[in-house]
């Protein structure tokens, strides 16, 4: 740690600092514009509707923000509730992966303790339960493994063929195909689903975007549930992935180490 | 596996039905009372103001609802930007962390390319960085124990003493006081800024509560800092806590086994 901590924990700044600035010259016009069409555009309302006054429209306006805040849609029609048995799943689902959208979070004191004691005992629960199904398709690698070297494969072609396929398992079904049935069924954008599959794989979770909540859409049946399999089963093949991954990383960390050390002893 | 998968796997099905039925009675209520009020109100606007047809309305909601899509704050005033530099700072450190608020996420192609690519990199960084900083506490406690001993303390005193003060700690400085914090500085409640702690430091974050982003609120210099040292500090701590609890459940699950093979043989 004396030696590593110091190092990493100025490359966590580093990499946050760059990242920002990064963000900032990308985002900033955006908004920025985005800010000043709806400045236009509040304008234009108390231009065309005479009978409102500049105070009467901020009245509207914290009314509408104080729905959207208690969790309700604001525009469009709403036949569905945002807490039915299904969505209410989906959020018990996003509590214990800790990928938390916060399209629906709880807004009653009741509901909020619940929500903290849920995800105390839930996050570890699913935690082992991940770790056991990245295990499970680990131990599935190994036996496939074994019949490729009882075939007379060797050892290393058998080690290649693996992780080729663990990655292009990993490719095709949790980056590849999925944007495509987004792009089918929620009518987003390639790279909107390909956003969303990525947010929600790394249990980033923004939230913007999410998987089978939109009320104008009739989903085919079993999809939630599909989508929550995938989800899960995405977890478990990153579980193995990031332990390899990060293994990788401090393995590497540890040669450039031994060879800084040699460097210095020669 | 063959042994403990189907059961964990039962035992996640059967918590989340259970979960969703208990957040759903629970929820459900608010929410409908938040839609009746809301559909109540619009209808009171438009008898209010007679030059607002429906249709006027559904137009001038759906602006709203369009520059709230697009990360602008629908009422009050706003005079900073969502995307200046400290905010990134705070949006790059939710992604790597993998908290992900999602109350500010990128709207732009390129944005969301960047954002992508940077939690790909940054996630293996910050977890191994994460996990660095836990074992640094981790080993600030053995060098406490080791000063006990050689005081003469007996060894399961010392363990007595550090697990105590690990968990007093935690409870103190990430779950009891910082509520108070963010009461005088947030305007929150105390069980917000208890919800705020618990769904921040288990990296759900709803992002229905974030800290140091209230526009109406000037922050005291380094109020922003001090949260984000908070938040690693306490993902390290429950870096320790989580795998010392996994590490419990599974082993409390191998007694069990044991158990019930013993039971089974005699
Ligand atoms: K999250
Ligand atoms: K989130």
Redesign the interface.
């Known amino acids: 740690?004396a030696d590593?901590?110091p190092f990493?924990?100025s490359?966590?700044i580093f990499?946050?600092?760059i990242?920002?600035?990064?963000?900032?010259i990308?985002?900033?016009p955006?908004?920025?514009s985005?800010?000043s069409?709806?400045v236009l555009?509040k304008k234009n309302?108390l231009d065309r509707?005479?009978?409102?006054t500049k105070e009467?429209l901020?009245n509207?306006?914290?009314?509408?923000?104080e729905?959207?805040?208690?969790?309700?849609t604001?525009?469009?029609k709403?036949h569905t509730?945002?807490?039915?048995?299904s969505n209410?799943?989906i959020?018990?689902?996003?509590?214990?992966t800790?990928?938390?959208?916060?399209n629906v979070?709880?807004?009653?004191?009741?509901?909020?303790?619940?929500?903290?004691l849920?995800?105390?005992?839930?996050?570890?629960?699913?935690?082992?339960?991940i770790s056991?199904?990245g295990?499970?398709f680990g131990?599935r690698a190994k036996r496939l493994s074994q019949v490729l070297i009882g075939k007379g494969v060797t050892v290393k072609k058998v080690q290649f063929i693996c992780t080729a396929l663990f990655l292009l398992w990993g490719l095709l079904v949790h980056l590849v195909i999925p944007p495509f049935v987004f792009m089918s069924l929620e009518n987003w954008s390639y790279?909107?689903g390909?956003?969303f599959s990525?947010?929600t794989l790394?249990?980033?979770?923004?939230?913007?975007y999410v998987a089978g909540v939109n009320p104008n859409i009739t989903y085919p049946a079993l999809y939630k549930v599909c989508v929550q399999v995938w989800i899960c089963m995405g977890l478990a093949w990153l579980s193995l992935f990031?332990s390899w991954?990060?293994h990788m990383?401090?393995e590497a960390h540890k040669v450039l180490k031994k060879r800084r050390l040699r460097h210095k002893s020669v």
Do not use: H
């Open positions: 740690m590593q901590g990493l924990t490359c966590i990499y946050l600092s990242g920002a600035a990064i963000f900032q990308i985002e900033e955006n908004w920025q985005a800010k069409k709806y555009e309302i509707y005479t009978c409102l009467d901020d509207i306006l914290e009314i509408v923000s729905a959207a805040g208690q969790g309700v604001i525009s469009g709403m509730s945002a807490w039915d048995w209410s799943v959020f018990a689902a996003t509590i214990v800790t990928i938390g959208y916060g979070a709880p807004k009653t004191v009741k509901g909020r303790v619940f929500c903290i849920y995800g105390l005992c839930g996050i570890p629960l699913c935690l082992v339960w056991e199904l295990s499970f131990d790279l909107e390909l956003y990525c947010i790394t249990t980033v979770g923004f939230g913007d990031f991954n990060v990383v401090v």
